[in-house]
């Protein structure tokens, strides 16, 4: 309980949060990218549909870029269930068409659609992460150097702290020490499912 409730902290705390605070209010949510990826990774199928409908309608009234990445969750979740898991396929139909038709009321119910200014912006293919930004401190840490790195590197932003990364190192260890033991613990359905998502990350242009 210690263990979980010490990892909590340290992500609840993490620089990549904290240094948003002060210019990017709504995209401090994150904690509704971590409950997509909970409920993503989580086994059980039992009120799955109606955790992610309600995980859905929420993002929907706090961002629409965090809703697409929830979106994106619940697409391949969807596709792990329907092909690894073999869930009724009526019942995802349903979840589906719910989802679907649900979104567009609203965002329109939230005031997406009254935006005068457009949904446009610049930054496509500058504002980036670089590969190392988990490790890259950016000058905030006295123990972690600053990576050399492009002029807009800063958008992408994503040192995890030294606590966590401490965190990820034990975890591995003890994987390791393991054996085959430690990683049949990983769902087998677990990978698969982000595949889609690597395939977006290797692109020149993120």
Request: proline share 5%.
């Amino acid at each position: 309980v210690w263990f979980r409730l010490g990892a909590t902290l340290l992500m609840l705390f993490s620089p990549p949060l904290l240094w948003r605070l002060p210019v990017h209010y709504a995209l401090t949510a994150h904690w509704l990218i971590l409950a997509a990826l909970y409920l993503s990774l989580r086994s059980s199928t039992e009120r799955k549909s109606l955790m992610w409908f309600g995980l859905i309608v929420l993002a929907a009234g706090i961002n629409p870029y965090l809703l697409a990445m929830v979106l994106l969750l619940w697409s391949a979740d969807v596709l792990s269930r329907a092909v690894f898991l073999n869930v009724g396929k009526v019942g995802l139909l349903i979840e589906g068409l719910a989802v679907v038709c649900t979104i567009p009321m609203l965002l329109w119910a939230f005031g997406f659609f009254e935006l005068s200014g457009g949904f446009s912006g610049g930054g496509y293919g500058l504002y980036r992460m670089n590969l190392l930004a988990v490790i890259d401190s950016d000058g905030l840490s006295q123990f972690v150097p600053d990576l050399p790195g492009g002029p807009w590197d800063y958008e992408g932003f994503a040192y995890l702290g030294l606590g966590s990364l401490f965190l990820i190192g034990v975890v591995l260890v003890r994987l390791l020490s393991q054996g085959h033991r430690g990683w049949a613990r990983i769902p087998k359905a677990m990978a698969p499912r982000f595949y889609p998502l690597a395939a977006m990350c290797v692109a020149q242009k993120i």
